[in-house]
């Protein structure tokens, strides 16, 4: 279907006709089966094929010609070599930076809680992870702290104030109630250090909250990752090998490395050394922030030949719905959910792990550490334990793959002409 008109896109929106309809010069109307409609628009630039999103169908602000008009200022950036959606990004960076600016300016003249605690996160903010992590933090304080102390010079705070804020969700949201705490302490402090306030700390802890509140363990019990018991998962495996997916490709792997879901999600071909058997994941990928090397059993050697064969671009695991990239993190328990193994989680896998070695194995402690890629909890020991103990790593995976893959048939070594598939090309 080409060029409709707006009494034909009325009709396909009143009809519900759900999936994706082209509606000529490269636009297209999305429906969902609920009802709800939005517009896009496909591209070509670089060799790659992408697709924005030009809103959501309304009558009155978006009709069709407007959709059309946003459509040619696209085509407009793309014939003078501008990604559209990459321009979008920047544009809404820049307003955040523009934004966190003017609130930083009006420090100078009244340091109230909500604009130091904004300060205090663009200064934190380079040594977090991730932008997600920034934004729990800005979530959390916006909605249980603002409210109460937001507008509140950071001098003028007290005890009282904290209460206010915690007292209401201590009991029914403790862990999140925790958090809060902490994060207007460590805001508190970093006023202090300013010299925009002098006195104690009214949001600590030891010495002071912890005589008023009642202790965060002993309201909620902390909830794990429910883990799969280890006894079980030869069977589960057996079962994973013959589900189709590149999903439960992803999941067999996260199972032989031990990784956590999104330093399997990202994988990426140059990542591995065949020749080595040996896959490094970069520290930026890795949740302690140090590059980690993992060692690749004979069946984990054995799944990356067969995804190999049906590599489309530079992710291990490519995702079925876009280009370029990895799948989702929900891939993976999306399907634990749908074949039945709910509650079990994703990151359960690397407890089963963990206590498969433990319990059955002679494996040093910190063998399991390294290959969990946990950071030493003894600083002392962390600092003169700097190996990674690789070639102990290399007889685990071996034992930890063989365990799981008992009930199947029995691996078959890799040819030499099996591994110079391997051998990297350009990505």
């Known amino acids: 279907m080409t060029n409709i008109t707006a009494k034909g896109l009325e009709k396909l929106i009143r009809n519900r006709v759900s999936g994706r309809t082209p ?8 429906i969902t089966p609920g009802g709800s409609a939005s517009f896009g628009y496909r591209y070509q630039i670089k060799g790659n094929r992408r697709q924005i999103g030009l809103g959501a169908y309304c009558p009155v602000n978006n009709t069709l010609s407007i959709v059309r008009s946003k459509a040619h200022n696209v085509q407009g950036m793309v014939s003078k070599g501008i990604d559209p959606i990459d321009q ?4 809404s960076a820049t307003k955040e930076a523009d934004d ?6 009006a420090v100078k003249s009244e340091a109230t809680f909500k604009i130091v605690a904004i300060e205090y996160i663009d200064t934190k903010k380079a040594e977090w992870k991730n932008q997600k ?19 509140m010079p950071v001098d003028n705070i007290d005890t009282k104030h904290i209460l206010e804020v915690l007292k209401p969700i201590w009991n029914t949201k403790t862990e999140t109630a925790s958090r809060v705490r902490g994060r207007i302490e460590l805001i508190l402090d970093y006023a202090e250090v300013q010299k925009w306030r002098t006195g104690s700390n009214p949001a600590r802890w030891k010495g002071h909250l912890k005589a008023i509140l009642p202790s965060p363990q002993k309201i909620a019990e902390v909830k794990h990752h429910e883990a799969m018991p280890y006894e079980e998962l030869p069977a589960f495996i057996g079962k994973l090998k013959h589900m189709d997916g590149m999903g439960a490709r992803c999941l067999e792997m996260l199972i032989l490395t031990g990784l956590r ?10 990542e591995i050394d065949v020749n080595k058997r040996l896959w490094t994941v970069p520290k930026e990928r890795m949740k302690k922030g140090v590059e980690h090397r993992i060692p690749l059993s004979e069946q984990a050697m054995e799944l990356l030949t067969t995804l ?21 993190n929900g891939t993976m328990d999306a399907l634990l959910k749908r074949e039945g193994y709910k509650p079990y989680t994703v990151h359960g896998f690397r407890s089963t792990f963990r206590d498969y070695i433990t319990e059955k194995t002679n494996t040093a402690w910190r063998t399991g550490e390294e290959a969990l890629a946990h950071k030493l909890a003894d600083k002392a020991e962390a600092a003169y334990q700097r190996g990674d103990l690789l070639e102990k790593r ?34």
């Not at 966190?100 to 300016?105: E, F, Q, R, V």
Request: aromatic share 12%.
């Open 394 to 427: 290399i007889v685990l995976m071996q034992t930890w793959s063989d365990y799981c893959y008992q009930t199947t048939a029995k691996v078959i070594q890799l040819s030499r002409a099996n591994y110079l598939k391997f051998i990297p090309v350009s990505c």
């Open 88 to 91: 979008r990004a920047k544009d």
């Open 23 to 30: 509606i000529g010069g490269g636009i297209y109307l999305s």
């Open 133 to 151: 992590h920034t934004a729990q933090w800005l979530n959390t304080l916006v909605t249980y702290a603002f409210p109460k102390i937001g507008s």
């Open 100 to 105: 966190l600016a003017d609130a930083l300016n």
């Open 308 to 328: 190999l064969e049906q590599r489309t671009n530079e992710y291990v695991f490519p995702s079925p719905s876009f280009e370029n990239r990895g799948i989702s």
């Open 261 to 270: 879901t999104n330093e399997c999600t990202g994988a990426k071909w140059r």
